[in-house]
């Protein structure tokens, strides 16, 4: 490939950005042209960008605010809210424990995972384990359970477009994801100090685990996306914009129509000494469903010359199998 090709292939493979309101709109040609474009985006790069959603700028500082006043507790404290054995899917889990799939080099980062809230009595609230509270931060709780439902409202309208172009009904993720096993993770980069392994990245190269990423923007740039070309896309989005992307899960129902794309946040070049020597600061939502939902390949997207890919599996069980792979489990 020709340095020209290269550069049309990449420029193809741009991150569309999409306006939720479009879909919302109640007129019919609009919701067409975002579903349209919703299901172009997760068939080229597995990217997207969206805005004019319901994550305000404070809440979003807000939920900054609190998750820096966590992270700059001690570590003896911090880890005061880690749960043992239980695949890191509740509350704390500590610096460079978690790494990328195939290799062992640990991530430069910690983070903190809150899980949805169940009713009492439902016959998921024995499955899941408890959510852990941070009295320690006064309003980190409520804080990010607000984040949490709001970012689930949007993830709710964001997997009807996707039913909708992989040919379902258009509320056939509903039931799964209402009260799936989804997780908000505040992640904290540490600055770094130049004795990290050589190797360490604040996030590996990597793919997602579960149906659909809602990202908020981070405190500094690093999110990049490998195009189809091998080449590094970095991403980056207005203060009022979310990226979205393809997780293996909704990769697998759509029989590799839609792409689950590797990504990564890179380390800034050294002669970015504000940013190396800064703390980064992400709030990614990972959208799972609950843990039965088989993950086996649409009908709408197998037929002949077109084989179901992977052997059918429940999401549970998935997930469990590639928390085990990154160190998790």
């Given amino acids: 490939m020709d340095e ?54 404070d809440l979003q500082k807000d939920a900054y605010d609190k998750i820096d006043a966590f ?8 880890i005061k809210y880690e749960i043992k054995d239980s ?11 978690e790494h990328a799939k195939n290799t062992t080099i640990g991530d430069l980062k910690e ?12 016959p998921l609230e024995k499955v899941y384990t408890k959510n852990v509270t941070v009295p320690v931060v006064p309003g980190f709780d409520p804080t990010l359970r607000k984040l949490f439902n709001t970012l689930l409202g949007l993830a709710t309208d964001l997997l009807r477009g996707f039913a909708v172009n992989l040919e379902q009904n258009e509320n056939f993720f509903d039931e799964y994801v209402r009260y799936g096993d989804s997780i ?18 604040r ?3 990597h793919e997602d685990i579960n149906l659909i990423t809602l990202l908020i923007g981070a405190s500094y740039p690093g999110l990049q996306v490998m195009g189809r070309d091998g080449n590094w896309i970095p991403i980056t989005t207005n203060a ?9 899960m909704l990769q697998r129902l759509s029989n590799y129509k839609y792409v689950s794309t590797t990504h990564r946040v890179a380390n800034p070049p050294k002669e970015l000494v504000a940013q190396a020597s800064s ?7 990972f959208v799972h469903p609950i843990p039965t939902m088989s993950l086996k390949a649409l009908a709408s997207c197998v037929g002949p010359g077109r084989p179901a890919k992977d052997p059918e599996i429940l999401a549970g069980a998935f997930l469990i199998q590639r928390l085990k792979e990154i160190g998790l489990g």
């Fill in 240 to 248: 009022d914009e979310i990226v979205v992307n393809v997780g293996d």
């Fill in 4 to 57: 020209k090709q290269g550069e049309k292939q990449a420029e193809k493979q741009s991150v569309k950005t999409l306006d939720i309101r479009q879909f919302r709109s109640g007129n019919p040609a609009d919701k067409k042209a975002f579903i349209k474009s919703l299901g172009e985006s997760a068939q080229d790069i597995g990217f997207l960008v969206i805005k004019g959603h319901e994550v305000s700028a």
């Fill in 203 to 205: 996030s590996s190269a």
């Fill in 111 to 122: 983070f903190f995972h809150l899980g949805v809230d169940v009713p009492a009595g439902h």
């Fill in 87 to 97: 695949f890191g899917v509740r509350g704390y889990t500590g610096y460079g424990k």
């Fill in 71 to 78: 992270y700059k507790l001690p570590v003896e404290e911090k």
């Fill in 184 to 201: 908000l993770r505040p992640i904290h980069y540490p600055p770094l100090t130049g004795k990290e392994h050589p190797d360490a990245l």
């Fill in 279 to 285: 703390r980064r600061y992400s709030i990614p939502f």
